[in-house]
């Protein structure tokens, strides 16, 4: 199913420092969360749950990620 999504505010990290080889978020009404490709506007995004980007941003943060 595609969903309208021309009014959605998408925003990158600040710490992205202007580059275009991000991805970019935005927080949708019905408690859901985009990701997309920020050098591909038009092409797909991804939709988490709000709880389900909350607990990806708390491991990120927490250096769960990091490289060995």
Do not use: Q
């Not at 309208?4 to 927080?27: I, N």
């Not at 009404?29 to 990806?56: H, M, Q, T, Y």
């Amino acid at each position: 199913m595609s969903v309208d999504r021309s009014e959605t505010r998408w925003f990158k990290s600040s710490y992205s420092g202007g580059s275009r080889e991000c991805v970019e978020v935005a927080f949708i009404e019905g408690d859901v969360v985009g990701v997309r490709d920020s050098k591909d506007r038009g092409g797909p995004a991804l939709s988490f749950s709000s709880a389900a980007w909350a607990a990806f941003t708390v491991s990120a943060r927490s250096g769960l990620f990091g490289r060995p």
